[in-house]
T-cell receptor, first 112, second 118 residues
Framework: DADVTQTPRNRITKTGKRIMLECSQTKGHDRMYWYRQDPGLGLRLIYYSFDVKDINKGEISDGYSVSRQAQAKFSLSLESAIPNQTALYFC???????????FGSGTRLTVV | GESVGLHLPTLSVQEGDNSIINCAYSNSASDYFIWYKQESGKGPQFIIDIRSNMDKRQGQRVTVLLNKTVKHLSLQIAATQPGDSAVYFCAERVTGIAGGTSYGKLTFGQGTILTVHP
């Protein structure tokens, strides 16, 4: 099984719909992140959480919300999806003792 | 090297050649750097890292060089293989202090597309 699992892998949704992207990890890490990747651009941080009681906005949090249900689970919601939220979304975890992140395989979201 | 905009830098090499991918990082306070490889349809994968108190680190077929004077990072891949074809991007960590706890988040560059021709 993958260390970081994202569901769904692909999703097409209509403008105005609410959608949730799920992430679960078996690394035992406290720190979890949601990133967005657009063609030609790097990874941009949406939200991050350093433990189950900690939620922080990243550089592009508008239009998104998150929930840290447990150490292993961190979900990203789009309350009312819009077409410019079409992108590849990645969840990641990290161990504070080491700086590197472990990424999931991504969710490709298309908003029509 | 890295650039801002919709078109990623590209590097094309022949199989067996050595590849050098460059990255200019932005923050002189960054204390940790990582290179990631992202293949099509997959999440980024860790390749190699280096701390700011080092200027060179070697892995299997890869070497990372850090020049703090000019804020430059490079990834060297020896004997490049077709399986090395991917997008490569660097990441820097800026350690911040909040609430008495040291936090460190990674900031990613835009990436370089490496294509290896057989």
């Amino acid at each position: 099984d993958a260390d970081v699992t994202q569901t769904p892998r692909n999703r097409i949704t209509k403008t105005g719909k609410r959608i949730m992207l799920e992430c679960s990890q078996t690394k035992g890490h406290d720190r979890m992140y949601w990133y967005r990747q657009d063609p030609g651009l790097g990874l941009r941080l949406i939200y991050y959480s350093f433990d189950v009681k900690d939620i922080n906005k990243g550089e592009i949090s508008d239009g998104y919300s998150v929930s840290r249900q447990a150490q292993a689970k961190f979900s990203l919601s789009l309350e009312s999806a819009i077409p410019n939220q079409t992108a590849l979304y990645f969840c990641a975890t990290s161990d504070p003792g080491r700086g590197g992140y472990t990424f999931g395989s991504g969710t490709r979201l298309t908003v029509v | 090297g890295e650039s801002v905009g919709l078109h990623l830098p590209t590097l094309s090499v022949q199989e067996g050649d050595n590849s050098i991918i460059n990255c200019a990082y932005s923050n002189s306070a960054s204390d940790y750097f990582i290179w990631y490889k992202q293949e099509s349809g997959k999440g980024p994968q860790f390749i190699i890292d280096i701390r700011s108190n080092m200027d060179k680190r070697q892995g299997q077929r890869v070497t990372v060089l850090l020049n703090k004077t000019v804020k430059h990072l490079s990834l060297q891949i020896a004997a490049t293989q077709p399986g090395d074809s991917a997008v490569y991007f660097c990441a820097e960590r800026v350690t911040g202090i909040a609430g008495g706890t040291s936090y460190g988040k990674l900031t990613f560059g835009q990436g370089t597309i490496l294509t290896v021709h057989p």
